[in-house]
Structure formats: C-alpha cells, structure tokens
C-alpha cells in the first residue's frame, strides 16, 4: 500500500491510482478497502472467513491472518453468527441487526454493533459497524418518520417537495448543508433545494459538470442508495488479501456501507473545504432523477446507521412523490395532445385532399408536440410549415437523426449530431424525426433557447487541462467560484409523451394511407369493370371475341378494349395499353378509351382521333404514356381503316397466311411526336384480324420481334375456321413462358351476312 502527496494511505489498494485521464473507468466498486470505523468479513459458504479488514486487531483484537479459515462463529460468538445463519435463511438482508460484541473483543468489546449482511457473488459479505450516538436533537423514529412522510405530501410542487426533502434530512442526519441535486438530460447537476448553516455561502441554482459525478458511480447510486464518508481525511483500510483467493479478483462491495470511496473523490471534497459527506439517491422509473448531497465542515460526522436508513427512506418516499407528480403533469399535457390528434385525424379522414397535404394544412400539426416547425420529404416533393431551415439543411438532420427502422428519434441538441448544424440552430436546434429511409421522412422542428447557467465552477477546466502536457497530473478541479455562462444551440427537451403522439400520429397516417388506397383500389376496379367489356356485342357481318387476363398479383392494369358502332354503320374495334398497373394505370386507361370512343363518334378518322389522344395524355395525364391500335370495319364493304400509335401491329389472316399490318406512323401516346396514318384493307369473307396487347407476347429474355414471330405462326397454324372461343384460348399458350404482365387480345372475323 502507498501514500499519496497528502501523507494518507492510497484508497485503492486493489488497482493502479487513478487520475481525471481515467476517472470514467475507475473501478470505484472494487475499492479493496473499506473506512476505518468499522470491520468487514467476507466468509465463503461455510461461512468461514476468507478476507478481512486488517483493523480487526483494534476491533476485535485478533489480527486479520489469524482469522482467515476461522468459522465466523469462533470469531464474533454464536450470537452474531445466529443472526447471519438466519438473515440468509430468511433473506432479509435490507436491515442491519442490532448485536453486542463479547466483551473481551478489542474496542468492540461489550459495545453495541450494527451487523450489515449482504451477499456479493459466492461472498456472504459481513459489515460491523459501532451503533454512533446521535449528534442532532432528532430522534428517529417511527413517528418522527410518519411526520415527515406526511409535511413532505403537504407539498404542492416538486420545488417546495425538494426543499422540504432537504430540511428534513438535515434534521435527522445533523449535517452543515443539504442539498438536492437534479441531473438533466446530459447528466449535468443543478442544486433545485438547499437547507445550511447560516453562515455558509448558498449553493442553491448552481449548476455542476457531469463529469463531477461520471458515469459509473451513476450506476453505482442505483445499486446503493445511500452513501456515508463520516471523515474525509480517513486512512482506508485494506482488506486481506486483496484479491479473492478463489476468483483472483477484488471483491465487489457496491452494496457495502463501509467501502472506500475513489481518492479522486474524496480529493474533491478536500477541495470544497468539506470534512464529511454522504449521498442519497433519487431514482426514478429505475433511473437516477438526482441526488440528495450532504455536506459537513466542522469535523468528522458519522450518522447513525438509522438516521441514514430514514434519510433513505424519505429520499425513496420524495422520489415517488416527484414521480407521482411529473406523470400527472405529463398526463394532464398528454390528453391535452390526444384531442388535437383526434381532431388532426378526424379532419384528414374527411378532407379531400391528398393525406400529406392536408396534414400540413391543419394547424394541430404544430401544436400536437409544440414545435415551432415541420418538414416532410415524400417521392422528391418538399411539404414544410412554420419556420424551418432550407432544404440541404433538413436533409443533413434527416440523414443523422433518422433511424434505421424509422421509429421515432428525437434531440434537444442537433450541433451534437453535426456541427455544421448549429449556423441553423436559431431556427431548428432540436427535433423529432420519423421516417421510412432517406427519400421519406417527417420532423418537427424547435429553435434553441438562449439561457444563462450559474456554474459551481468552470465546466471545462477537465477539458481544459487535458490540453496540458501529458506528464501533468490531472486533479480534481479546485476552483469552485460562482462561473457563468450562456448555453446556446440547444432547445426545450422532448418529453416522452411527445415521442408518444408522434408515433400515434405516424400510426394512424399509415391507416389513412391504407384506407384511402383501399377505397381508389375499389373504384378504379369498379371503373375497371364498367368500362371494360366482359363480353363483345353482336354486329350484323362481323364475330367479335376478346379474352382479358389481369396481370400476376393485380386486378388493376392498363389493358382495354372497346367495340361499338358509328352512326354510318361501321364497328370500330379498339385495343389499348396505359403504361403501369394499380390506380392510376386504370384511371389512366378509362380516360384515354372515353376519350377515344368520343373522338370516333365526333366524325374523326383514326389517325386525327389518335393525334388527338396524344394531346389529351400530354395536358391530363403527365408522365403518363400509352398505345392504341383503333380500326373501323365497315361490315357490308370489308373495308377497314387502321391506325396505330406504338402498340404491337395487328394481324391479318387471309387465305391461309398470316400478315402483319404496317404499324409504321405515331409512337407512344404521350411523347408529342409524329403524326398519325390511316391505312386501309378489305377483309373478305372468313378473314380475321387479330389485335392484342404485349402482355400476350413480352417474355423475359426473349426478344420482342422473337416472340411476336411465334405467335403469327401459332396463328396461322391453328385452324381458326371453328370457333373462335377454341382458337383463342389455343392462342393464349402459344408463346412459351411465364405471363407477368395483364394481356387483352381481340378477333375480328368476316361472316358476309349483313341482315
């Protein structure tokens, strides 16, 4: 064991001396050593001991190496050790248990003890502790304690709870100053409530560096509640051995009344001018809400061990209370929230608008969370509300505050995600983010907030003396002098329930999506079948058949068909593809064969009526693009005229060839290009012309001009002399694959008979 500059023993026998280079990993839980005002044994399952303090010479007056092996019964008597067997057999470890100690045991001779048990892996660990008298006029007891329960409900706000807090442990405990310490989001503390001597500086307001209290004695606060150094300048008192003869490791005294605290620790509190301390812990929802920080300066305090448990008890009871309180105000913020969200979603059910745009038009957007902006990115297009930054800058905070999953993600601090984001911090400085990957998200949007914070001393002097040559040893600050400083770039915390309607918002934005695509799904089928014949009718001179077939997984495609007759006695047969399946495509088709229909029943050829569909897709239908072949079939003559824009070529069979016709004119509908050509045949008697889809004839892999080769040849190889119900389905199969796409195919056959 060494000394450090001070001339006190190192406080941590059991590993390396630490220093502010590695405060964040110090083992603070395996000190190897314990306070000298009591004794510890750590006894295996036998219960005999196999480490010890080595103050148990002055204790109990034998040393330690003797009585490493000794059953704990031949060391503290059968009265201790019948406690112990029973404690464990009960496992009621959460008491002390008042024991006398025989008298001819060193200074614990005859003298009343509190025997704390608590186990620590395979360790039954057993702490004696001499019962302090008390240096306060309190008496604890069970009716001081129901009193002070009762002035701590009295209470009506969590700051005059605090302050009650800390005057009633000062009261029990005796020490020169209490104080409750709140830990933000970042861990930082601020004193919220103080109880002192007079005649001693407040620290009431200040606020304290996370890096004063890291991350591991957090976690240690939440394991052991409270927390005793009745003298500062103690000598720790190692334990032997240091290590656990069975696991070679130190011993884990995180649930220990007696352990030695970090020397990083105790030289802070030197600092600070305070002679003794001890902790209480806050906890909340299993976290560490703060903590209840007490401080002496005139000499060495040790509190009794049931003072310190009714300190625990009501720093339990005020963190519930804290509990109970912030719930019901979040509860009270929360159905605030849930009527704007029933009235935001009521109103996206009945607008008509597209849901996104409607969401953006309703002001509860904004006040679902109290965000003082929104932004939403969907399939390129920017919708935004409020004040937001531009366009590049919402991208930057999408891609680092968005999630994998898309579940709700949230910051009070966007500067931390990505520096460059704090120029925008005036306007966005914390947000909420929902998404579904990088081309579809949601935010909400807070400007910082301007504030300036009362430090207990400057919060960068760590930082700052990391920047010191290495060689420097790194203490705990000395300074603790009043500093002030304006903390910018950061905005109001989102609280939980905030998160909460966010995700219930996304919910029920998907349900909208759902039932709206439902109700355009049913209408466009509806469309679909209105407008797409099931069957052709009759004409005097001509049989027409079609067959339909809905592409794989869809009843909704581009695919029609159409047949009517014009007033001057021709049938005009017609067969189209709109680019695209689902809704659009099917809304698209029902435009383009109305349109179609009207323009031949206006009087105009099928070229001019095709030029003018082509109009009709580029000024209603933009993006869109489609093909049609149109015929006009006089039955009498046989005469026919033919145009066609883009779609596949028709087919003549005509004694006993088959011949596709010229396709040679516009292409797409959509594109502005070309101009359409009529071109005329007669049809003989028992001709046919066959008119189709690609869906018939498209094949992956497989060239287009390959396919529709075969399927002239299955045509005119087929005998299309019986019915034409046969001869189509025969048809339907003749090109070898797998059918992807919806197809249509229509025929056209001659019969000669006019009457």
């Known amino acids: 064991m060494t000394s450090d500059a001070l001339g006190r023993l190192d406080h941590t026998p059991a590993y390396s001396a630490p220093d502010l280079t590695n ?33 148990t010479a002055q204790l109990i007056g034998r040393p330690t190496r003797d009585l490493l092996g000794l059953d704990v019964r031949e060391v503290l008597g059968a009265g201790p050790a019948t406690a112990i067997a029973q404690a464990l057999a009960n496992g009621d470890l959460s008491a002390p248990i008042p024991v006398t100690i025989a008298p001819n045991l060193g200074q614990l001779g005859a003298a009343e003890v509190d025997l704390i048990v608590h186990r620590s892996g ?64 970042a861990w930082n503390g601020e004193v919220v409530a103080e109880e002192r001597r007079d005649d001693l500086n407040p620290f009431l307001g200040l606020h304290y560096p996370a890096t004063d209290i890291p991350a591991q004695a957090r976690r240690l606060y939440t394991v052991n509640w409270t927390r005793l150094i009745a003298d500062v300048l103690y000598e720790p008192v190692a334990l032997d051995p240091v290590l656990d003869p069975s696991t070679g490791a130190p011993l884990d005294l995180s649930h220990s009344v007696l352990r ?72 009270t913020d929360e159905l ?24 953006f038009a309703h002001p509860g957007l904004l006040d679902l969370i109290d965000a003082r902006g929104a932004a939403l990115w969907v399939d390129g297009r920017l919708l935004t509300v409020g004040d937001v930054p531009d366009e590049s800058t919402l991208h930057v905070i999408a891609r680092h505050l968005g999630s994998a999953d898309g579940h709700v993600t949230s910051t009070s601090h966007l500067a931390g995600l990505a520096p460059e984001l704090a120029d925008a911090a ?24 301007e504030k300036t914070v009362d430090w207990g001393g400057d919060p960068t002097n760590k930082a700052l003396a990391a920047a010191e040559d290495p060689s420097v040893r790194l203490s705990p600050r000395k300074s603790f002098e009043k500093w002030q400083q304006v903390v910018r770039g950061q905005s109001a915390p989102w609280h939980a329930w905030q998160l909460s309607m966010v995700e219930n918002l996304r919910q029920h934005l998907a349900s909208e999506l759902l039932r709206r695509s439902h109700e355009h799904t049913a209408i466009a089928e509806s469309l679909q079948r209105a407008v797409v014949l099931d069957e052709a009718p009759e004409f005097a001179g001509i049989d027409v058949l079609s067959r339909y077939r809905p592409a794989k997984g869809s009843q909704l ?24 399946h689902g809704v659009s495509a099917a809304t698209a088709m029902a435009q383009v064969r109305t349109a179609l229909r009207a323009y031949m029943i206006d009087g105009h050829s099928p070229a001019a009526c095709l030029d003018r569909l082509d109009v009709l897709v580029q000024s209603l239908l933009p993006g869109q ?63 046919v012309l066959l008119m189709y889809t690609d869906g018939l004839v498209e094949r992956r892999g497989v060239e ?52």
């Open 260 to 331: 030695s605290v970090s020397p990083i620790h105790v030289e802070y509190l030197s600092n600070m001018g305070v002679s003794a301390s001890m902790s209480v812990s806050m906890v909340k929802d299993g976290l560490l809400w703060g903590l209840v920080a007490c401080h002496h300066y005139s000499g060495p305090l040790r509190v009794p061990f049931d003072a310190r448990s009714a300190a625990e008890f009501l720093g339990q009871t005020a963190s519930q209370l804290i509990d109970d309180r912030e719930r019901a105000d979040s509860h």
């Open 23 to 55: 405060c964040e990993q110090e083992p603070i839980h395996i000190p190897g050593a314990i306070q000298p005002h009591g004794l510890l044994l750590a006894l295996d399952e036998q219960r005999r001991i196999v480490m010890a303090s080595r103050n």
């Open 625 to 687: 693009t489609a093909t049609v072949v149109v015929a006009a079939v006089d039955p009498t003559t046989g005469r026919v005229e033919v145009a066609n824009a883009g779609h596949p070529p028709p087919l003549l069979l005509h004694d006993g060839a088959c011949e596709a016709l010229p396709t040679a004119g516009r292409p797409l509908l959509g594109v502005a290009h070309g101009q359409a050509r009529t071109d005329e045949l007669v049809l003989a008697p028992g001709d």
């Open 122 to 185: 395979s360790r039954t660990v057993v702490e004696l502790e001499p019962v302090a008298a008390p240096q306060t006029s309190q008496t604890v007891s069970y009716r001081s304690a129901r009193a002070a329960v009762t002035r701590l409900t009295e209470s009506s706000t969590t700051a005059e709870l605090c302050q009650q807090l800390a005057r009633e442990i000062r009261r029990i405990t005796g020490f020169d100053r209490v104080m409750v310490y709140r830990f933000d989001e």
């Open 336 to 359: 605030r929230a849930s009527v704007v969200l029933a009235r935001l979603t009521a109103a996206l059910a009945a607008d008509p608008r597209p849901v996104y745009d409607a969401l």
């Open 426 to 449: 005036h306007v966005a400085a914390g947000a909420v983010h929902i998404g579904n990957g990088p081309d579809r998200w949601m935010m909400w949007l807070r400007p910082e907030i």
């Open 704 to 755: 287009i001009d390959t396919s529709i080769e075969r399927f002239r040849r299955a045509a005119v190889t087929t005998d299309h002399t019986r019915t034409l119900d046969t001869w189509i389905d025969d048809l339907l199969t003749a090109v070898p694959g797998t059918l992807d796409d919806d197809l249509t195919i229509v025929a056209l056959r001659t019969t000669g008979a006019t009457s």
């Open 557 to 580: 495609g581009g695919d029609w068909w159409d047949a009517f007759p014009l007033s001057d006695g021709r049938v005009v047969l017609a067969v189209g593809d709109v680019a695209g």
